[in-house]
């Protein structure tokens, strides 16, 4: 069966986020005076074949922790769902 991943990787809200920072203030300096924060993180989309949904998701979790993401510095969440 075909998959697709869709995976968001954010810095832990303990952490400084630099970018985030960096817009919040241009942000503000253009006029969005309501805005009070932003974090800046990625978006990964993944396509993969695995035999189930359990396996799928397995299959990214697991790539989630030891390849896309820095568990010290980020979190993440994603969504797997079956493609035809």
Same mark, same amino acid.
């Given at each position: ?23 919040? *203030? ?22 993969? =074949? ?26 993440? =969440?994603?969504?797997?769902? *079956?493609?035809?």
């Amino acid at each position: 069966m075909k998959f697709i991943a869709e995976i968001n990787v954010m810095p832990l809200k303990a952490l400084l986020d630099p970018q985030g920072k960096a817009v919040l *203030q241009s942000m503000n300096n253009n006029g969005y005076k309501t805005t009070s924060d932003v974090r800046i993180g990625k978006h990964i989309t993944i396509e993969f =074949e695995a035999a189930s949904n359990k396996e799928a998701e397995k299959i990214i979790d697991d790539a989630c922790k030891k390849m896309l993401t820095n568990p010290i510095m980020e979190s993440f =969440e994603f969504n797997v769902k *079956q493609i035809k």
